[in-house]
C-alpha cells in the first residue's frame, strides 16, 4: 500500500488561495492515478482534479480555471493550487492513490475553510 500525508490547509477569505500538498511513500511513478477529492458536511465525497493514468489532469466543472493539480516527481508529492476560492469550495480534502501495484489508498485529509 501507499501511505499518503496531506498538508496545506486551513481557514481563508472568499478569494484567497491555498496549496494542499500530497506526499506519496512510494514513487509516484508507480502510481497510475493520483489526485484529490474532497467532501463538504452531509454531502457525499467528490473528485476535484486527478492525474490519469495517461498523465493528463482531470478537473470538476466547478473548480475549472481556479485549481491546478500538479506534481513533483522528485519528491513523489502531488500538489493542488487552489486560486479565487469560494465558501462552497468549504470540505475535507482527500488525496487519492490507484496503483496496480500496490492497490487504492487514501490520505486522511484535511480541512479547508473559507470564509465569506
Known amino acids: 500500500q501507499v501511505q499518503l500525508v496531506e498538508s496545506g490547509g486551513g481557514l481563508v477569505q472568499a478569494g484567497g488561495s491555498l496549496r494542499l500538498s500530497c506526499a506519496a511513500s512510494?514513487?509516484?511513478?508507480?502510481?497510475?492515478?493520483m489526485g484529490w477529492y474532497r467532501q463538504a458536511p452531509g454531502k457525499q465525497r467528490e473528485l476535484v482534479a486527478v492525474?490519469?493514468?495517461?498523465?493528463?489532469?482531470n478537473y470538476a466543472d466547478s473548480v475549472k480555471g481556479r485549481f491546478t493539480i500538479s506534481r513533483d516527481n522528485a519528491k513523489n508529492t502531488v500538489y493542488l493550487q487552489m486560486n479565487s476560492l469560494k465558501p462552497e469550495d468549504t470540505a475535507v480534502y482527500y488525496c487519492?492513490?490507484?496503483?496496480?501495484?500496490?492497490?487504492?489508498?487514501w490520505g486522511q485529509g484535511t480541512q479547508v475553510t473559507v470564509s465569506s
Open positions: 487519492k492513490a490507484e496503483s496496480g501495484l500496490y492497490g487504492s489508498s
Open positions: 512510494r514513487s509516484i511513478f508507480m502510481i497510475n492515478v
Open positions: 492525474f490519469t493514468s495517461g498523465g493528463s489532469a
